[in-house]
């Protein structure tokens, strides 16, 4: 069973910072792609920022400039810093990765999407 765990989320005055980290754990998995998802009160989850492998990075355009996304793919983790955070950045952020396992491949299936549980990343005016 693979699993996600976020780490870093807090209470933080704007423009001040926040490092995010997730982790996957298990046995006999693979990560393709990584990412994060932020949830604000009231609105639907949005895509942050991703990064696959080869190290190619994508990022909304809310986010441009101020958070970076990389990956230690030898701990299977990603993190998220966060720079001139925004009271608007308040949100649950979510790591997401695609993963296939070693049961996946004995069944002939595609991998599949894993979510974590969330961190809370509050940013005050």
């Known amino acids: 069973q693979v699993q996600l765990v976020e780490s870093g989320g807090g209470l933080v005055q704007a423009g001040g910072s926040l490092r995010l980290s997730c982790a996957a754990s298990g046995s006999d998995f693979s990560i393709n792609h990584m990412g994060w998802y932020r949830q604000a009160p009231g609105a639907q989850r949005e895509l942050v920022a991703s990064?696959?492998?080869?190290?190619?990075?994508n990022y909304a355009d809310f986010v441009k400039g101020r958070f970076t996304i990389s990956r230690d793919n030898a701990k299977n983790t990603v993190f998220l810093q966060m720079t001139s955070l925004k009271p608007e950045d308040t949100a649950v952020y979510y790591c997401?990765?695609?993963?296939?396992?070693?049961?996946?491949?004995?069944?002939?299936?595609?991998?599949?999407?894993?979510w974590g549980k969330g961190t809370l990343v509050t940013v005050s005016a």
């Open positions: 997401n990765a695609d993963i296939i396992t070693l049961g996946h491949v004995v069944a002939g299936t595609s991998g599949m999407e894993y």
């Open positions: 990064i696959i492998s080869g190290d190619s990075t």
